[in-house]
């Protein structure tokens, strides 16, 4: 069975920091590409991040690259996503996904975890 388990969301305060974590089951997690993706509150799903399936290459969203740093353990099956200086815009369910190449368009993904709740206050 195919699972992508997200954690490590909460609460925190603006300025503060968040490592999330995406744990892969039931596939080959380093034949394939991992990206993070959030959801505000009654807003599309937007691309965050993707890590090329070695670590080796990573793209973030403007939004967010001088802010996010994502990583991957091929040897735990888990991926990262730190998100420092956290703003209020942060506020999203995170979402990591499973896809064969690096894409920023989620259409283009196989498989979803089911996402963890961030909150930011100010």
């Known amino acids: 069975q195919i699972q992508l388990v997200e954690s490590g969301g909460g609460s925190v305060q603006a300025g503060g920091s968040l490592r999330l974590s995406c744990k892969a089951s039931?596939?080959?997690?380093?034949?394939?590409?991992m990206g993070w993706f959030r959801q505000p509150p009654g807003e599309e799903r937007e691309f965050v991040g993707t890590?090329?399936?070695?670590?080796?290459?990573?793209d973030y969203a403007d939004s967010v690259k001088d802010r996010c740093t994502i990583s991957r353990d091929n040897a735990k099956n888990t991926v990262y996503l730190q998100l420092n200086n956290l703003k209020a815009s942060d506020t999203a369910v995170y979402y990591c996904?499973?896809?064969?190449?690096?894409?920023?368009?989620?259409?283009?993904?196989?498989?979803w975890g089911q996402g963890t709740q961030v909150t930011v206050s100010a």
């Open positions: 996904g499973a896809v064969k190449f690096p894409r920023s368009d989620p259409r283009e993904y196989d498989y």
């Open positions: 039931g596939f080959t997690f380093s034949d394939y590409a």
């Open positions: 890590i090329s399936w070695s670590g080796g290459r990573t």
